[in-house]
């Protein structure tokens, strides 16, 4: 009857609250003993490439966290920065990134021009996240604040528009970049385009993947690049996989790519030996 499968169906969910309940406090206590733990050991920030459209040449990266299991695997970050972020944790760990990236600057100053940092909304919203900004550039007084730029979402302006604005003002005022991520993505993208005061829009791989066989997809790409130019603002198009792409995407004026095609993250030795392989291969 349809009482009895819909008493099924309940038990069915059921059970899979429980189970997801459970995987839930499991992922927190990981969470919570990776940041009590040698956070370098247990968060690795991984790297991945941004790119020169016309020749793949490396000129910044991305900094992606990881969680290391205690087997030794490799967790993503789409695994538990949503736990992170109702339960606060994202501020401890977002200082983690936001250090090492420092730090990689630093040793990379000869072979990237940038890294770029995803800030979460919990983190923007935090009064102490800009104080803290200021005081780990303070301490690294040899790297130009232009050379680290702040990932947004559209997330992160939903219900405290104006305090938020009013951040990213005095996050641009020490000099930082800001960019747009995911950009596309979301309801309010031109509001957004008009209210906040970004440096780069990053469009989203849903865009971006296949454009060069999708007449739709080229369309709104070349429109969001002549927006992002005429706004002064630069692009960079993330989630390319084909040379097709890069090719369009180039063709289109999109000078910076990140995706697959150039590099998946990687851990900072590795990134640091691709670097250096490419800027021998640059030298005469
Ligand atoms: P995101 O900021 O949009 O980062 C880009 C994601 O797309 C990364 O996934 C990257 O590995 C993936 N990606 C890049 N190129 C390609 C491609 O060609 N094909 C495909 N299929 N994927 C590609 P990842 O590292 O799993 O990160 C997922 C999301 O987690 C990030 O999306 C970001 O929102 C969040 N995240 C990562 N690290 C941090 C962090 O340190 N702090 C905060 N708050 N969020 C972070
Ligand atoms: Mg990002
Ligand atoms: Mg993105
Ligand atoms: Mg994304």
């Not at 206590?29 to 016309?54: C, D, M, S, Y």
């Not at 990689?104 to 100053?109: A, Y």
Request: glycine residues 8%; charged residues 25%.
């Amino acid at each position: 009857s349809a009482k009895r499968s819909g008493g099924n169906r309940m038990k069915i969910f059921n059970e899979q609250m429980r189970v997801s309940v459970q995987e839930r406090i499991a992922g927190e206590k990981l969470l919570r003993e990776a940041l009590a733990g040698n956070r370098e050991e247990t968060l690795p920030v991984w790297f991945q490439p941004i790119v020169r459209a016309e020749n793949g040449e490396i000129v910044g990266a991305e900094a992606l966290i990881r969680m290391r299991a205690a087997d030794g695997s490799i967790i993503g970050p789409n695994q538990f920065i949503p736990a992170a972020e109702e339960t606060g944790m994202i501020v401890p760990l977002g200082e983690h990134v936001l250090i090492m990236a420092l730090r990689h600057l630093v040793e990379w100053r000869h072979d990237i021009g940038y890294i770029s940092v995803n800030v979460s909304p919990r983190q923007l919203a935090e009064p102490d996240f800009v104080p803290l900004l200021a005081d780990l550039l303070a301490a690294n007084p040899e790297i130009d604040p232009k050379r680290l730029v702040l990932e947004i979402t559209e997330t992160a302006l939903l219900g405290s528009s104006l305090d938020v604005r009013e951040r990213l003002e005095t996050i641009k005022s020490l000099g930082v970049r800001i960019a747009l991520d995911d950009f596309g993505t979301g309801y309010s993208s031109l509001t957004w385009l008009q209210n906040i005061p970004a440096d780069v829009v990053k469009l989203d791989r849903s865009f971006v993947a296949g454009l060069s066989s999708d007449a739709r997809k080229s369309s709104i790409i070349q429109a969001v690049l002549w927006l992002a130019k005429s706004l002064g603002m630069s692009a960079v198009a993330e989630g390319v996989e084909e040379e097709a792409d890069q090719h369009a995407l180039h063709a289109a004026g999109c000078e910076l790519l990140q995706g697959y095609l150039f590099g998946k993250p990687m851990p900072p030795v590795e990134f640091g030996e691709r670097v250096q392989r490419s800027s021998m291969a640059t030298t005469p």
